[in-house]
């Protein structure tokens, strides 16, 4: 096993407790836009579809596939982070508020 | 067109951008700073992408804008547009998007690594995981969509020996994409990918509408996951984190929605609850007499009452009778009437769906109860109010160790002094269990559909 695959190994269980005590805080009444943020989050593979179709030597196999990959991972940023937007902003406490 | 910055830089801008996603999902855990977290968690994802831009080794910029101008325009038509109800089908899509991507990421980056003559190495298993669970996500949340969306029937669709072929199929595509890993072959990997787009089919079909919940929140998860194993082929920090975080995520949301439903997990993928019900003729069914009310009287008993509480169900969702009902409980408000709602964890298609729907009502989220919170209030409420729920308040989750839905934590409505359940018809519930609270005879039932039944009690009420 290489160095580099060792420290990816420690960073995934790091990041994936840390992801656990995280979650277990939000209330059940944010789940909803939780599962949509977090969505919106996993879109960050737009960074890795960007870095190999992005590249000068590209193919036309892993351009096409890239740019397939960053228009869905797109789709999952935008409409993840704007969604759960959408419903935060109607979360309000008294009956009086915003309006 | 930028500068081009150290690839040092640009691990430390991901760094900042990890930090973004966490921050935002701790506040995530309060309505209060949930907005801001959100649009934190968005910085961090610009600043990932601006700072990927700027590495010397991209520089098919037109290429990039413009699949970024496409799933732009449609991303952000998706989520204006979406109507609330339709949430569990928007997080589907976005899951299989999400899966879809991670997938396309490693099949790309395995193609230019044995191109380059640089083969994944020990990675090989993370290009395995991606492209399996990437197809699965894809083609499973379609089919979740399509069962949410009622374009197939969400009844589960089952055959015999189903399990056996499912596990074949899924082994056979994890298989496929190991042999293409070790004989360096796009071309096989991607026929693994297809096994795995097959398999994604094949898995979700059997699954009940009722359980999409416990479904949606599994396939979150897997996208994060599937993002993971991209962040390893591409020793990507970010993409480790933020895949890390989804993983986290989804598994504890599958948790939490099994345990709502009193059932593991491995029982909801592979029960085929829609069996269960063949047997219930003979035990499930429920004697005695149905008392059937009207809108006056339902409109007086609430008027003088202390304390109501609303038990909102899918129903309500299905009729889009939230709206009228947070105008019910104003009035109720005004008149010094308590009011408050309880909803069930499973409440609803996915979960923290009826918070959504009752936000968007501009009922004010003090009033929205978790059911343990709720439960011990019930003895004290003078009317449970019921609308488009069944299961979730069926008394036999508690006194019935024969019924299928035994042991399940349901809302206490047969606590309340008297109980109105609004219901379409006197058909069984989606599970096919018949409820013993209709025949409580402290229940009273308005039947019709529920929004027409509360703009009857609303005008009732106006005329008093």
Redesign the interface.
Known sequence: ??A??IT?LT???L??????E???????????????????????????????????G??T???A???????????????????????????????S?N? | MIAALSQNTVNLAYLGAAVCFILGIRMLSSPRTARLGNVLSAVGMVVAVVFTLTLATVDRYAFVFGAIAVGTAMGAVGARTVRMTAMPQMVALLNGAGGGAAAGVAIAEFHRLTRVGDPPGDTATAIVASTVLGGLTLSGSVVAFAKLQELIRGRPIVFPGQQVVNALVFVASVALAFVAALADSTALLGLGFAVAVVFGILFVLPIGGADMPVVIALLNAFSGLGGVGAGFVLDNNALIVGGALVGASGTLLTLVMAKAMNRSVANVLFGAFGQIPTSLGEQGAVEGMVRATTPHDVAVQLTYARKVIIVPGYGMAVAQAQHDIGALADLLEDLGVEVKYAIHPVAGRMPGHMNVLLAEAQVPYSQLYEMERINPEFPQADVALVIGANDVTNPAALTEPGSPIYGMPIIEVHEAASVVVLKRSMNPGFAGIDNALYVDPKTTMLFGDARESVLHIISAMKEQ
């Open positions: 096993m290489s580099a695959l990816s960073v995934f269980l990041a994936a407790f840390l992801g656990f995280l979650i277990r805080r939000v209330p059940t009444l944010l789940h909803t836009p939780l599962m949509s943020g977090t969505n919106a989050i996993s879109g960050i593979v737009i960074v890795g579809a960007i870095l190999v179709g992005g590249a000068s590209a193919t196999i892993e351009g596939i890239s740019f397939v990959a960053i228009v869905l991972a797109t789709i999952n940023v935008v409409g993840g982070f704007l969604v759960t937007d959408r419903m935060l902003g109607m979360f309000r406490r008294r009956r508020e309006e």
